[in-house]
């Protein structure tokens, strides 16, 4: 079973808020003790974390479903609920996060990059909360809130400083497993490549870089075949490509031909993709004619004999080099938040209107809204938060329906 994964979905629920408490305070020689109920604990939120201790998203594979814990309920003498622990959830660096309509939500590109993937529920406050001037008996209280919940689609982009592009079994695996500690699975057959690997190169100076073997494109890869989409995706990051062109004499293509095809299908993929400093080498140097039938005067190596590959490397720091030299500084590691929701109204196909907007929703998240004096709260923080006005704004008329969460009213211009 592969130990790779890219592309993954997550199910993602955050924990809910709990209740607020309605409690009277009473003992003994303390007359009108007052309202004394404590407020609920929040729910625990869920965080996408970069982490570049994790490689593969093989861990949502098969267990995609991750919860966050939910605050407990507030207690009478003003004790608070305990709020529920956040979820961090580790993902690769290069990881991509989209919802199901496809709309991308992060890309947590360096290490220590963090997205608030599902907000835990806000928890519910006390009767004691409620106490003012004119309210001096409160007996009414906040329901928790419940924690987001969504799917999310994850795709990670491996965050590489060379990209080895070449045709399936041209011998890519062999190569990286020469210049790095990596251990492919290379046998002598096309397409044994059939997920990336990553090997890091150690040069005498101190200095490393990551090198990334690519699965074999072949012709038409940027429109998907061969699973073209899938691999090309983890090009989009290097900062420079390696094109090995096969000089064997079992290669389809010459070499300028094979040069040729690769630079269109990334071009094709990614126009950009053109304009990152690229080595191109002859690969299987010693399987190629020797009597010099390939037309190739550039750069060869031989994996498997060791001939070029000193060259080789070098001409790979220095593109490496001359890439990073480039780059602007990095920024901080950025903390990825939704965008607040603010009030909007909707017309439902009954003719009816939905209100929403999390102050809102809050606002009528009372424990009884039979409760007179609970009703009279949930009037007076609509109208602050000017649904009254929204609603007279859309068009609403005496009489019509007007939902807000999991409550119905009926609307009245008074």
Request: charged share 25%; glycine share 14%; net charge negative.
């Amino acid at each position: 079973m592969s130990g790779f994964v890219d592309q993954a979905q997550l199910n993602v629920r955050a924990g809910d808020g709990g209740a607020g408490c309605v409690s009277m305070r009473r003992e003994a020689h303390v007359p009108k003790g007052g309202p004394d109920g404590g407020d609920g604990g929040s729910g625990g939120s869920i965080w996408l974390v970069a982490d570049r201790n994790v490689s593969s998203l093989l861990a949502f594979r098969d267990h995609p479903h991750r919860r966050a814990g939910s605050g407990t309920h507030g207690q009478g003498k003003k004790k608070h609920g305990h709020s529920g622990e956040d979820l961090v959830v580790a993902v690769p660096e290069g990881t991509v996060v989209h919802d199901q309509d496809g709309v991308l939500l992060a890309d947590l590109v360096n290490a220590g990059d963090r997205w608030l993937a599902a907000a835990g529920g806000r928890g519910g406050k006390g009767n004691a909360r409620f106490l003012s001037n004119s309210r001096r008996v409160p007996t009414f209280a906040e329901q928790g809130e419940p924690g987001e919940e969504r799917w999310l689609e994850l795709e990670l982009k491996l965050m590489a400083d060379v990209a080895l592009v070449g045709f399936p079994n041209v011998g890519k695996s062999t190569l990286i497993s020469v210049i790095s500690a990596a251990k492919p699975k290379i046998a002598d057959y096309p397409f044994t490549t059939l997920e990336p690997n990553l090997g890091v190169v150690r040069l005498d100076g101190g200095d490393e870089f990551v090198v990334a073997d690519i699965p074999g494109l072949i012709e038409g890869a940027s429109e998907g075949r061969g699973l073209g989409h899938q691999f090309l995706r983890h090009v989009e990051r290097a900062r420079a490509l390696a094109l090995l062109l096969d000089l064997s004499p079992l290669a389809e293509h010459s070499p300028q031909a094979q040069e040729q095809i690769l630079l269109r299908e990334l071009g094709d993929y990614r126009a950009e993709l053109l304009d990152r400093p690229r080595v191109v080498v002859g690969s299987r140097a010693d399987l190629a004619d020797p009597d010099g039938a390939t037309d190739w005067d550039g750069l060869t190596v031989a994996a498997v004999t060791g001939d070029g590959v000193p060259q080789l490397v070098g001409a790979f720091a220095e593109a490496v080099r001359g890439a990073r030299q480039a780059e602007p500084e990095p920024e901080p590691f950025v903390i990825h938040r939704p965008e607040p929701e603010g009030l909007r109204i909707e017309r439902t196909d009954s003719g009816g209107y939905v209100v929403r907007g999390k102050a809102v929703e809050r606002a009528v998240a009372l424990s009884d809204l039979t409760n007179l004096e609970a009703l009279a709260y949930v009037q007076e923080r609509l109208q602050k938060l000017g649904v009254d006005k929204a609603l007279a704004k859309a068009g609403a008329k005496d009489g019509d329906t007007v939902e807000i969460g999991r409550f119905a009213f009926e609307y009245s211009a008074d």
